[in-house]
């Protein structure tokens, strides 16, 4: 049994575990405790705060009428309910704090149908399944995490913002990338209520607290032959400008633009043969019909050393794996000396702002940006890498971004609004929050501004 404070009594466990008849159950403690961890441990401090929380059973429906049955019986029992998915997320989003049912939602995984431009599927599918379906018709995601062999499209939406993509199509809070979701309701006669269009923000990156999805519907890209490249340059500030300027040529299409600073592609494994020593790299993928004007853009400021069609079928590893947050995780398989933050950068001065940054934190935070379209323009987020020290440092470089208008979502913190550049809860989010759980059983804790009205 858990022992946090909040937690279900064993009395209601037992009871739950009655009412979930043949949907199967895991109880074994040990088994438990490991599914109820994700990537929290790329923060220092997350991976204190988190330590030892577990849920005290995994449920794992087979289907949306078994989402209902566990819907009911939590509600029922006041026992809380928290979704995990693939399990990829990295602020403790699918770590119970406060025991329970865990939620194996990955069963829940059939593409209901598909037609140009657009998909239904179940939310466990996985989105490298998504587009290997797709993909023979001429259609793929919009974007998509670094994870995306590994993530499902519900856990993409639940909880995370953005990707390889979001240089053409922005992330995915944007108005039209996300056209519906249908979620089950968290009472003890669940509701299942369909939200199109904007009203499925409602649930976009509010890790579950705002219902359980158990169906999306995705806009859909051309799906090119995508050229994935290594370009090397002497100095990283080269390596932004022409990343910038990359970025800003909407006639060049393109999927990819992550440029990263000396040290950090030494850590690049098996593709460290590509990445001279000293030198800055940038990571990109680009339509093939596009890569000659790419290369002339590029001119002599710097060196292609690989170029291949992207594969991310079994067997392979693609270049996306070295971005967006999987450069945090190469570095990191060297240990656990360094973690990482989330910047957006002012998009009317930015090359001058990284410059500002670089300049102020030699040597402790190493730059690594990705090219984005953000409400319509196009910037740039970071994840640099941090060489942590300790809490009250990490908490300094925090603040000294955020005076120099560099916009920090906290990597280092596990409720919804902390981590968000607006350190509040969506006034929707909250409200429909008050709507679909009102006993606030949805991965209690994490939406701090909720406070149930219901007991
Ligand atoms: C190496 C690495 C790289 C990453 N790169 C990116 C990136 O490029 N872009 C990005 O946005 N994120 C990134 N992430 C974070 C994460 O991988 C993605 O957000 C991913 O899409 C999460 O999917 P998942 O299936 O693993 O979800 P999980 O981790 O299982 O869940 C994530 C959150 O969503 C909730 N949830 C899951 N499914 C449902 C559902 N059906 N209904 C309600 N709530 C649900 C969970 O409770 C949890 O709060 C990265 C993480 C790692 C470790």
């Excluded at 270049?319 to 957006?344: D, F, I, M, P």
């Excluded at 409720?415 to 991965?443: C, I, M, W």
Aim: charge should be negative; include cysteine; charged fraction near 20%.
């Amino acid at each position: 049994m858990n022992d946090f404070p909040g937690s279900a009594p064993a009395s209601a466990i037992g009871a739950l575990l009655a009412d979930l008849g043949d949907i199967p159950v895991v109880t074994d403690a040990s088994v438990v405790r490991k599914r109820s961890r994700d990537f929290f441990w790329y923060s220092p401090i997350l991976n204190e705060a988190l330590a030892g929380k577990s849920a005290d059973l995994i449920a794992t429906p087979r289907d949306e009428a078994d989402v209902i049955r566990v819907a009911a019986a939590c509600a029922r029992h006041r026992v809380p309910l928290t979704v995990r998915a693939g399990g990829t997320g990295n602020y403790g989003q699918a770590v119970p704090l406060h025991g329970g049912v865990l939620l194996d939602i990955t069963a829940l995984s059939a593409i209901e149908w598909t037609r140009p431009g657009a998909i239904r599927v179940g939310v466990g599918a996985m989105m490298n399944a998504i587009d290997a379906q797709t993909q023979p018709s001429g259609w793929e995601l919009r974007m998509h995490p670094s994870t995306k062999r590994t993530a499902t499209i519900g856990g993409f939406v639940a909880g995370g913002s953005g990707g390889i993509g979001s240089i053409t199509y922005g992330g995915l809070r944007e108005a039209g990338n996300i056209l519906a979701a249908r979620v089950v309701t968290l009472e003890e006669q669940p509701r299942v209520i369909e939200l199109r269009g904007d009203a499925a923000q409602k649930v976009n990156r509010a890790y579950g607290t705002t219902g359980i999805i158990t169906a999306l519907e995705m806009p859909l890209a051309p799906a090119w032959t995508w050229i994935e490249m290594v370009v090397v340059f002497d100095d990283f500030l080269d390596a932004a400008q022409f990343g910038y300027e990359a970025a800003l040529s909407d006639g060049i299409v393109k999927k990819l633009l992550s440029p990263v600073a000396w040290p950090i592609p030494s850590y690049f494994g098996a593709l460290k043969q590509y990445c001279p020593e000293g030198k800055s790299v940038l990571i990109a993928m680009v339509a093939e019909p596009s890569v000659e004007s790419f290369r002339t853009l590029l001119g002599d400021r710097g060196e292609i050393t690989f170029a291949a069609p992207a594969d991310d079928s079994t067997g392979r590893v693609p270049l996306y794996e070295y971005t967006w947050n999987h450069t945090t995780l190469q570095v990191l398989k060297a240990g656990r000396s360094v973690t990482y933050l989330q910047c957006l950068y002012p998009h009317d001065r930015l090359i001058e702002s990284v410059r500002q940054m670089q300049e102020m934190f030699p040597d402790e935070v190493l730059p690594h940006l990705e090219f984005i379209r953000f409400g319509g323009r196009v910037t740039c987020s970071g994840l640099p890498v941090v060489r942590y020290r300790d809490a009250d440092r990490l908490n300094e470089i925090i603040a000294l971004h955020e005076e120099n208008d560099v916009f920090i979502a906290n990597p280092h913190v596990y409720t919804v609004e902390d981590g968000s550049r607006y350190k509040r809860a969506d006034a929707d989010q909250l409200g429909f929050k008050h709507e679909v759980d009102p006993y606030g059983l949805l991965n209690p804790g994490k939406m701090r501004s909720f406070v149930p009205v219901a007991d």
